[in-house]
């Protein structure tokens, strides 16, 4: 079980004083089943009192507020983090009529409904239609069939979207990045009756040169298993090599740093990730 080293920081630079800056952070990694966390901080330039608190998804959320006047906002975050392999899709699970269940429904409502970045109009359940996705059988199997299908769908393609693009775009288009692809796998799944949430973190790549990257793929729930992980823009993944930093209905519920103040505009942000394996 790999111990990997995170470090994500983000720099915002303004066009003048900038002033009563108040932020809200999800860059701490969780403690779950498939990873634990050694250590982790955040910390603030200007220097500031950070504090944390739990959501209603489990995340640790961050908090501070700037008051006097700033051109660069620094937040930079660490952590050691060892992971572990994540269990297998359930292959051999209930089928798709298990989805109809009241209980399975009814607990997990809030990944069944549309949210601020998924929702499904037209153009995106016809692209379900067009699909080959299995009819019958577990729906582990039609979840591992949908990973792949919207990774042959659309094509990984670095600035061809921006965060409120809507998924109806990036079907038109068949780009996007990993958000896009979580965002539609999502999509699809409560489309389809499957509840599924998103999840955000960091990749390591081993003996990749140059910064790492920040991260997005999905979890569903297959009745009678549990929540399992997916990710479109790598099916069938080694998920020891990611990071578990929070989860949500959508990017909206975990932005990795967002907040508001006054003063001059934002003239640049530059968003860093480093990941490495340690002993």
């Given at each position: ?223 009678g298993a549990g929540w399992r992980e997916f990710d ?48």
């Amino acid at each position: 079980m790999p111990r990997l080293h995170a470090k994500h920081r983000t720099e915002i630079s303004y066009a003048g004083p900038a002033i009563e800056s108040i932020n809200e952070v999800h860059l701490s990694p969780l403690e779950d089943a498939r990873q634990s966390v050694d250590w982790a901080r955040i910390s603030v330039q200007p220097a500031a009192d950070v504090q944390s608190h739990l959501d209603a998804f489990g995340n640790t959320v961050h908090w501070f507020q700037l008051v006097d006047a700033h051109d660069l906002l620094v937040v930079e975050a660490e952590a050691i983090v060892q992971t572990r392999p994540a269990p297998p899709p359930a292959m051999g699970g209930p089928g798709m009529e298990a989805l109809a269940d009241s209980a399975y429904r009814d607990s997990l409502a809030e990944f069944l409904i549309p949210s601020v970045h998924v929702r499904w109009p037209r153009a995106v359940t016809a692209v379900r239609g067009r699909m080959e996705l299995p009819e019958e059988g577990p729906v582990g199997g039609w979840l591992t069939t949908l990973e792949s299908e919207v990774n042959r769908l659309v094509t990984y393609t670095p600035g061809a979207t921006m965060v409120d693009t809507p998924i109806e775009e990036v079907v038109r288009d068949r780009r996007g990045v990993c958000q896009d692809m979580a965002h539609l796998m999502i999509a699809l799944c409560r489309d389809a009756g499957v509840a599924a949430r998103y999840v955000s973190g960091w990749l390591h790549v081993p003996g990749l040169e140059g910064p790492a990257e920040s991260h997005a793929w999905i979890e569903a729930a297959i009745p009678g298993a549990g929540w399992r992980e997916f990710d479109p823009t790598h099916p069938a993944p080694a998920w020891e090599h990611y990071v578990r930093v929070a989860l949500g209905r959508d990017y909206a519920d975990v932005a990795p740093l967002r907040g508001s103040y006054s003063g001059a505009p934002t003239e640049a942000m530059r968003v860093v990730v480093e990941m490495s394996e340690v002993a």
